[in-house]
């Protein structure tokens, strides 16, 4: 987890953290509790498992500690921030990562059953981390061998990264983040993929 909420759902005496204040710092590719941060001290360990012939995962991991965060573990941005965390496990060669789940009251949950017996009526809820893990999964896709590269796009934006997924050493996909909105479009990208050379876009 980059980030805790303990201090308020547990009362801990600690610092409470207000999620509107870092949520900032979800929003960027280098930021303090962006995906590429968080990994950086694992590096050698995935050195280490690969140079051994082993897997490494990141194993109970989300948005937050303790729950999460309202408007920030329940929003758009989180599901952003978790494609971005996804692709990151990828180019340093995590195996896999384990969003945790947890009961009705958290807010960082993929999916929230409905209390007790009532799914007839009251049915699963859906949250962002969910489409961060669809999403994902259809970038890097079922082959167990894909190569996923940081393509450090747009002279290394942290509000746009992009990454190439490579099957047998060939470019198949191109995933494209764009942490920035605004009402006047004056952030929207504009992309042209050239495979090859061809200037095709």
């Keep these: ?16 953290l207000d999620p509107q204040t870092i949520f900032i710092d979800f929003l960027t590719h280098t930021g ?17 498992a690969i140079a051994n012939g082993k897997r490494l995962y990141m194993m109970e991991t989300n948005t937050a500690s303790c729950g999460g965060f309202a408007g920030l573990s329940d929003s758009f941005g ?55 893990a669809l999403a994902s999964a259809e970038s890097i896709g079922p082959s167990n ?9 747009n002279t290394g934006s942290e509000y746009t990264p992009a990454y190439a997924f490579y099957e047998n050493g060939n470019p198949v996909r ?8 605004d009402p006047t479009g004056a952030s929207d ?9 061809s200037g095709i876009g």
Excluded: E, R
């Design 145 to 153: 061998g894909t190569q996923v590269l940081d393509l450090g796009a």
């Design 78 to 132: 989180a599901a952003l921030w978790g494609i971005d965390y996804a692709f990151q496990l990828a180019v340093n060669n995590f195996a896999g990562g384990m969003l945790h789940t947890s009961g009705q009251s958290v807010y960082y949950n993929p999916f929230t059953p409905p209390p007790t017996n009532q799914s007839t009526y009251h049915q699963w809820t859906v949250g962002p981390t969910y489409y961060a």
């Design 32 to 48: 303090q509790y962006s995906g590429n941060n968080i990994i950086q001290k694992f590096i050698n360990s995935t050195n280490f």
């Design 189 to 197: 990208l504009q992309v042209q993929i050239a495979i090859g050379g």
């Design 174 to 181: 191109v995933g494209i983040i764009n942490y920035v909105t």
């Design 1 to 16: 987890y980059p980030t805790n909420n303990c201090a308020l759902q547990f009362n801990t005496g600690g610092t409470i």
